[in-house]
């Protein structure tokens, strides 16, 4: 069964540029999560998806950064315009479905971006 | 809020011995589960070993061991026999099954080094 998949692995950007990430789950998997993970931090949420629709935003920067699932499979991140704080590990995580059972609601992490803003 | 704290920044053991991480966490919900995941180099976070709360007994997994002290807010992991491949950050994580779709809060996580 393969992973959850993202890139790039690295991205390098000037303040004030743009940048975006993508994720695909594992097939099958319901719900979609973003952590952005500060260096010397534990991953903090930023957004989550159930399907396409957004369950929980409310520690993201919604004046600069946006996502959507739009198919409810893949997902993108943004960044616009990117911030010196901003620079970070962004994961993507997924799972099966919150509650349905046991273990559904296990969480499978990608390999995440390194994001260095300049 | 929730709140997932781990106190020691980096702990050294050798291989083939034990070594115990701690974390304490802060709620006032009933219902819920705790995780440790291993975060190695290559930054996949993977998952170790999950607790839920209604359980008395505690979660094993081969080598990887916790001690689930609910009415003192304890969730210790015990690795045993370390191996030089235990190397990595690990992070505790809490999820309150309430009043949210699964999100997961980290604490800070702790450093293990495993060495020769």
């Known amino acids: 069964e393969a992973g959850v998949a993202q890139s790039p692995r690295y991205k390098i950007i000037e303040k004030r540029q743009s940048v975006a990430f993508w994720c695909n789950p594992i097939s099958g998997h319901a719900t979609l999560y973003w952590y952005q993970q500060i260096l010397g931090q534990g991953p903090k949420l930023l957004i989550q998806f159930q399907n396409n629709g957004v369950v929980d935003d409310s520690q993201l920067p919604k004046d600069r950064f946006s996502a959507e699932r739009l198919k409810g499979v893949d997902s993108t991140l943004k960044i616009q315009p990117a911030k010196l704080e901003d620079s970070a590990v962004y994961l993507c995580?997924?799972?099966?479905?919150?509650?349905?059972?046991?273990?559904?609601?296990?969480?499978?992490f990608g390999p995440g971006t390194r994001l260095t803003v300049l | 809020a929730q709140t997932v704290t781990q106190s020691q920044p980096e702990m050294s053991v050798q291989e083939a011995e034990t070594v115990t991480l701690s974390c304490t966490y802060d709620t006032s919900e009933n219902n819920y589960y705790l995780f440790w995941y291993k975060q190695p180099p290559s930054r996949q976070m993977i998952l170790v070993i999950r607790q839920e709360a209604y359980k008395q007994q505690n979660a094993t997994e081969n080598r990887f061991s916790v001690n689930f002290q609910k009415a003192a807010k304890s969730f210790s992991l015990k690795i045993s026999d370390s191996q030089l491949g235990d190397t990595a950050m690990y992070f505790c994580a809490f999820m309150n099954r309430t009043d949210s779709w699964g999100k997961l809060q980290f604490g800070a996580g702790t450093q293990v080094v495993v060495t020769p």
């Open positions: 995580a997924s799972s099966f479905w919150p509650w349905a059972g046991q273990g559904t609601d296990t969480q499978y």
